[in-house]
């Protein structure tokens, strides 16, 4: 039976896990941390995530969507806070059943871990980071000295990955890298569950309050909390202008947040506690290829392709990943001779089908925060989107290109987003020529738009 280690339990790891386990094969997961069943989940991880339809089809393959769907809280579209407090709820779709889940990340991991734990041929190995791969041997060394051969090692080990490293450094020929961090940072703020356990904001919504160089989003929580995201430069753009480095102490971020955030301040008890307690984090988009190593190892996931959060897109992309990986497992060429596994021809045919999709939604997510920390203020942008919720509402065919990216399963990410940026400069465009959509004649429109 071919043997198979992956390093790092995260959420692409333990999914894998589950679907390489599925096909009859042995799996080892070796994740850095200790088991997060069984401690506390370190602040400053994203506490929730929007779950969306490529996630959802991933998870529907093992039998898990209902499950985890069933503690997920519906965000229906994108609700919009000027500073005087005024709220405008933008919708995702016009179409009915379109819309994100907010799911917790811990939640989501540790359903998935005592899923894969059901297959006698899945073992968590927790508190072994691997700290060295021989790129040649397939040998992958763990922090405690470990040594560990298998047939193939498939790396899930996130961003920061040390499988990647050692392709990097002289493990694979001609290996491109890039990692482009972000002048932005971000910190997980909180909002408290209401009297009774109510929602002290809109539940069905993502909550976005723009405000031109900088931004804060919330993600409503199973419980009725809030998750906030705070997005801000580390170091001021220019004069007078916010950054975390101004927010150095207890005063600094009341007025900051008073200022800019009244309505959601009043809802944060704790907000300058958890300020000062948790983390800042970075954010950046790692690209990188090839993904293979002589079939000896592959980069999965984040390891592959972190990108910036704006899209919503970088688990339900890894679950991705791991669905395509599993489905050329199954094609009659993958078993090279006996019962034994090609992995170096899967990891080719694997790297072709995805890196195209992967590079896609990078540059999209990276396009959609000045999308959300802008263009959501901008009067013509809310008038596109008005425009293609009506076409969405009329035309069962057109798909804004939010809603290819996020509720097409079946479209390709690069299909997604070229069909998607031909779309938007037109609407953009005739949202520019009239005051009101109204204005414009619907059936011509979508006559056009349709042959783009
Ligand atoms: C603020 C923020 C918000 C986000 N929101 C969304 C969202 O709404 N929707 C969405 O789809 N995506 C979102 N993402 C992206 C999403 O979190 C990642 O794309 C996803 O977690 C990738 O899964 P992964 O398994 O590849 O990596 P990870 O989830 O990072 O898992 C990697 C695992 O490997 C372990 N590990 C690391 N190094 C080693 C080592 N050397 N040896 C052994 N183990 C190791 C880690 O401990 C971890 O358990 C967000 C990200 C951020 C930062």
Request: charge should be negative; hydrophobic fraction near 40%.
């Amino acid at each position: 039976m071919s043997r198979i280690v992956i390093i790092g339990a995260g959420l692409a790891g333990s999914l894998l896990s589950i679907y390489l386990a599925k096909r009859g094969l042995a799996v080892d997961v070796y994740e850095a941390r200790g088991d997060m069943r069984l401690q506390e989940v370190a602040a400053g991880r994203s506490i929730n995530l929007a779950l969306s339809d490529r996630g959802i089809a991933a998870l529907r393959e093992i039998g898990m969507d209902k499950y985890m769907l069933a503690e997920a809280v519906p965000m229906r579209g994108r609700m919009i806070h000027t500073v005087s407090g005024e709220t405008k709820l933008l919708p995702y779709s016009g179409r009915q059943g379109e819309y994100i889940n907010s799911v917790s990340r811990a939640g989501l991991n540790i359903a998935l871990m005592n899923e894969a734990d059901k297959y006698d041929g899945v073992t968590f190995h927790f508190n072994q980071r691997c700290v060295y791969f021989d790129c040649a041997s397939g040998e992958a060394k763990f922090s405690n000295g470990v040594r560990v051969k298998s047939d193939t090692v498939i790396a899930t080990d996130g961003a920061g990955s040390a499988v990647r490293n050692a392709m990097l450094h002289g493990g694979v020929e001609r290996f491109d890298f890039s990692q482009i961090w972000l002048e932005h940072g971000y910190k997980e703020l909180h909002i408290p569950t209401g009297v009774d356990g109510s929602f002290q904001l809109e539940k069905n919504a993502l909550h976005i309050w723009p405000r031109d160089k900088f931004m804060m989003i919330a993600l409503p929580n199973f419980d009725g909390s809030f998750t906030c995201t705070l997005f801000l430069a580390h170091k001021p753009q220019d004069e007078g202008g916010a950054a975390f480095s101004r927010l150095t102490d207890e005063r600094s971020v009341a007025e900051f947040f008073h200022r800019e955030f009244p309505d959601a301040t009043k809802l944060m008890p704790t907000l300058v506690e958890d300020f000062f307690a948790n983390p800042t984090g970075n954010l950046g988009t790692v690209k990188c290829f090839p993904w293979n190593a002589s079939g000896n190892a592959l980069l999965l996931g984040d390891s592959a392709h972190a990108i910036v959060p704006f899209y919503g897109q970088g688990m339900n992309c890894a679950f991705e990943d791991v669905r395509v990986l599993a489905s050329l497992l199954s094609e009659p060429g993958a078993i090279a001779t006996g019962s034994s596994i090609n992995w170096e021809s899967v990891y080719e045919k694997y790297g072709e089908l995805r890196k195209v999709n992967t590079d896609a939604i990078a540059d999209m997510a990276e396009e959609n925060f000045y999308e959300m920390r802008d263009a959501v203020a901008d009067p013509v942008f809310v008038k596109k989107r008005e425009l293609e919720t009506k076409l969405e509402q009329t035309y069962p065919d057109y798909f804004s290109k939010y809603s290819m990216v996020t509720f097409r399963e079946d479209m390709p990410y690069s299909v997604a987003k070229e069909k998607g940026n031909a779309q938007d400069a037109l609407l953009m465009r005739l949202c520019s020529q009239v005051d009101n959509v109204s204005d414009l004649d619907l059936s011509e429109v979508f006559s056009i738009v349709k042959d783009l």
